[in-house]
């Protein structure tokens, strides 16, 4: 089989580089080592920055979000008993969409076999050939058949466990890592949310964090060991935890009711250099991960499909390279300044193990100079509603 781009990983990165060049006329080929069902099985994020929805509307899958998600303005931070608002529309102009990454796969798959477009499932043994030649491939299996797909370029959009990052050279590749001593346990539940508007809540026990996918499905989040599994948890000592860590008033009024989805994300950032090599291009977790406490996972991936798209559009309508051959550069410039925004926030908002009482009156310092300082407000609200590409 050939094609200009083979698209390894059917996850957020690749179905949209793949809808974005079908829209320009650039044929892909996209392999998923999973099912789709498999893929839209998993929960993951839910806010969407200002450039993702730009990006969703170029690519002709942006009516369903349009309809059903939700624009908030801004979003609340409380410790203890306190509580104050980021407006992000007064700051910046802009607001973010609260609509899940679930429904965005979902209505990229949709519009992909509208298209027509060549998608592989259960493909095993990835394996990218030549990437540093003119020439290089991809080879995979698919119901015991070899396969073989001969590209101009391939994308790497296969995720941190995928195959992408590991076929550039160890003595090539620099890895950047810092593991969090906790992790997040998160529920989806058929009930109103507590509050119009996420809650980013720091208390003594430790973070939560108070979210929805609509009207009535809301998640939630609560800080906990790397020990811990979601078996640990029933959903009484779940809500009851929360309860404990949000506001009195919210905590009164939280409607509770059976888990619907229940798991733990361990949290880490990580960052690999270069993300490319010769003809291969990483997109998305294949390259980063991010803690989720600044939402910047896939709105990360989205910057760099829009940067590694521009490029491949650039080259198959003018041959000039300069987009491909900057990619790594400027698509990194902008995920090390998701890195410390996120590294940022979740330092500020959860508890450490070994934190002393010196830390913790600074980490309520810092709390307390986010409430009263609206410069400090801006430059949150700048980073959350995403920096310009
Ligand atoms: P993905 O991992 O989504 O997709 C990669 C795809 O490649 C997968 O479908 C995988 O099956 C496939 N694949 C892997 N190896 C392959 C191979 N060898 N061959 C073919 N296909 C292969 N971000 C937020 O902003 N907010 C959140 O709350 C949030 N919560 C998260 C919770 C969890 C548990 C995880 C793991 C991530 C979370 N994220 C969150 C980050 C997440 O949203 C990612 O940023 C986003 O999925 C990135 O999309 P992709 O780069 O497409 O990677
Ligand atoms: C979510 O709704 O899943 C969510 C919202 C904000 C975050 C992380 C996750 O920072």
């Known amino acids: 089989m050939k094609t200009k781009v083979a698209i390894i990983g059917g996850g957020p990165s690749g179905l949209l580089l793949a809808q974005l060049l079908h829209v320009r006329g650039i044929d892909s080929v996209m392999l998923e080592r999973k099912t789709k069902d498999y893929v839209l099985s998993r929960i993951r994020a839910g806010v969407l920055e200002r450039g993702l929805l730009a990006l969703l509307r170029e690519a002709g899958v942006a009516d369903r979000m349009e309809r059903e998600g939700l624009p908030h303005d801004g979003t609340l931070i409380s410790y203890g008993e306190e509580m104050f608002r980021i407006d992000f529309t007064a700051r910046t102009g802009h607001a973010v969409m609260v609509y899940g990454q ?17 998608m592989e499932f259960n493909a095993e043994d990835v394996v990218v050939h030549d990437a540093t030649s003119d020439a290089p491939s991809v080879t995979y299996r698919v119901a015991g058949q070899d396969r073989r797909i001969d590209c101009d370029f391939i994308a790497g959009c296969d995720g941190f466990h995928g195959v992408s990052r590991q076929t550039i050279p160890l003595d090539v590749r620099r890895e950047y890592e810092k593991v969090y001593p906790f992790g997040w346990l998160g529920i989806l539940s058929e009930t109103p949310p507590v509050s119009d508007e996420i809650i980013y809540a720091s208390s003594e026990r430790g973070f939560a964090l108070c979210s929805m996918r609509n009207k009535n499905l809301s998640r939630y989040y609560i800080q906990c060991d790397l020990s811990d599994k979601p078996e640990d948890w029933t959903d009484a000592a779940f809500w009851e935890e929360l309860k404990r860590r949000i506001p009195a008033a919210q905590a009164a009024t939280l409607v509770t009711g059976p888990s619907i989805e229940k798991s733990i994300a361990p949290l880490r950032s990580f960052v690999t250099e270069p993300m ?30 829009h940067y590694l798209y521009n490029g491949l559009r650039q080259f198959y309508e003018t041959g000039d390279r300069a987009g491909l051959d900057g990619y790594s550069e400027k698509a990194l410039a902008r995920v090390w300044k998701a890195e410390r925004f996120s590294w940022w926030f979740s330092n500020l908002m959860h508890r450490y ?37």
């Open 276 to 305: 490319q090599w010769g003809r291969l291009f990483l997109c998305g977790d294949a390259a980063h991960i991010v803690p989720p406490t600044g939402a910047k996972g896939l709105n990360t991936a989205a910057s760099d499909v």
């Open 353 to 389: 193990p070994a934190q002393s009482a010196f830390d913790l009156k600074i980490q309520q310092a810092e709390i307390a100079f986010l409430r009263d300082n609206g410069a400090a407000q801006q430059a949150l609200a700048e980073n959350y509603v995403g920096l310009p590409y």
């Open 102 to 118: 679930t429904e965005v796969t979902r209505d990229l798959y949709e519009a992909r076999e509208k298209a027509g477009a060549v």
